[in-house]
């Protein structure tokens, strides 16, 4: 069976997204916050996704200053998954300090209008919890022929009480939802939100666990290798494939249903 990998990109944008996670108001399996992005976007233009978005220079700049006890890099992709979470859905996690609704909206429209985190802490006395967002995958498509390119990690947060209000930030997405795993698959297969291919490989992973505990455990154990999709096979034979042994349960898809979706 021949195997194809795509050419290093070295261009690629680094990114952050985090998965939060809420206890179902009615029971049941967890719900997972998801936002739908604005069809004026270039990227995932009209796609649910998890919150998230790529690492600025501040992010490096804070991860420098707050010498986290992690490797610079990682401190910056956390601290861009708080800001962006924070930007794109008012919901402050991965943040201690005096912490409740008003601040929050304070802090919110102070991000939106200068876009760093680093003043936000200092204003509002808040530290960041590294702990609180934890790593989860890594995917990296090495793919010459996508305009864009992002190398994305992904995190996993527990908001715990699902008592909160939260509200789009009507920049680069149009609207927010929670929803379990197994119910944002749903929704994709009946087409009521379109995902893209990452995205629908983490929910049917995400769709095993019943609580964030299950989700953080696997998260720890589970290698943290780099998830490059490749293609295998041939012709109408041909698969878009993700390396086993890294918790996914579906590991290799036909390329026609891969780029319908």
């Given at each position: 069976?021949?195997?194809?990998?795509?050419?290093?990109?070295?261009?690629?944008?680094?990114?952050?997204?985090?998965?939060?996670?809420?206890?179902?108001?009615?029971?049941?399996?967890?719900?997972?916050?998801?936002?739908?992005?604005?069809?004026?976007?270039?990227?995932?233009?009209?796609?649910?996704?998890?919150?998230?978005?790529?690492?600025?220079?501040?992010?490096?700049?804070?991860?420098?200053?707050?010498?986290?006890?992690?490797?610079?890099?990682?401190?910056?992709?956390?601290?861009?998954?708080?800001?962006?979470?924070?930007?794109?859905?008012?919901?402050?996690?991965?943040?201690?300090?005096?912490?409740?609704?008003?601040?929050?909206?304070?802090?919110?429209?102070?991000?939106?209008?200068?876009?760093?985190?680093?003043?936000?802490?200092?204003?509002?006395?808040?530290?960041?919890?590294?702990?609180?967002?934890?790593?989860?995958?890594?995917?990296?498509?090495?793919?010459?022929?996508?305009?864009?390119?992002?190398?994305?990690?992904?995190?996993?947060?527990?908001?715990?009480?699902?008592?909160?209000?939260?509200?789009?930030?009507?920049?680069?997405?149009?609207?927010?939802?929670?929803?379990?795993?197994?119910?944002?698959?749903?929704?994709?297969?009946?087409?009521?939100?379109?995902?893209?291919?990452?995205?629908?490989?983490?929910?049917?992973?995400?769709?095993?666990?019943?609580?964030?505990?299950?989700?953080?455990?696997q998260a720890l154990a589970i290698p943290s290798d780099t998830i490059t999709p490749f293609i295998s096979g041939e012709g109408d034979e041909r698969r878009l494939c993700i390396p086993e042994g890294l918790g996914y349960p579906v590991t290799s898809v036909s390329l026609a249903d891969a780029t319908r979706s």
């Amino acid at each position: 069976m021949q195997e194809t990998t795509p050419t290093e990109q070295p261009n690629a944008i680094p990114a952050a997204t985090v998965v939060i996670f809420r206890h179902a108001r009615n029971g049941g399996a967890p719900e997972l916050l998801m936002v739908t992005r604005s069809r004026n976007m270039t990227f995932a233009a009209g796609m649910a996704v998890f919150p998230g978005g790529r690492v600025d220079p501040e992010d490096l700049d804070l991860a420098r200053r707050l010498a986290a006890g992690l490797p610079e890099d990682e401190t910056a992709h956390r601290i861009a998954a708080i800001r962006e979470t924070l930007e794109e859905t008012g919901l402050a996690i991965g943040l201690s300090g005096t912490i409740d609704a008003d601040r929050a909206k304070e802090a919110r429209d102070m991000l939106l209008e200068i876009g760093a985190l680093s003043p936000i802490l200092d204003k509002f006395d808040w530290k960041v919890t590294m702990d609180d967002v934890v790593p989860f995958a890594r995917w990296y498509p090495k793919n010459e022929k996508l305009p864009r390119v992002f190398d994305t990690r992904f995190y996993l947060a527990d908001l715990g009480t699902g008592a909160v209000d939260i509200t789009v930030d009507e920049t680069e997405n149009t609207k927010l939802f929670w929803a379990s795993a197994e119910k944002a698959l749903q929704m994709a297969d009946e087409g009521e939100i379109s995902v893209i291919f990452p995205t629908r490989r983490n929910l049917e992973r995400l769709a095993q666990f019943t609580t964030f505990e299950e989700a953080k455990a696997q998260a720890l154990a589970i290698p943290s290798d780099t998830i490059t999709p490749f293609i295998s096979g041939e012709g109408d034979e041909r698969r878009l494939c993700i390396p086993e042994g890294l918790g996914y349960p579906v590991t290799s898809v036909s390329l026609a249903d891969a780029t319908r979706s």
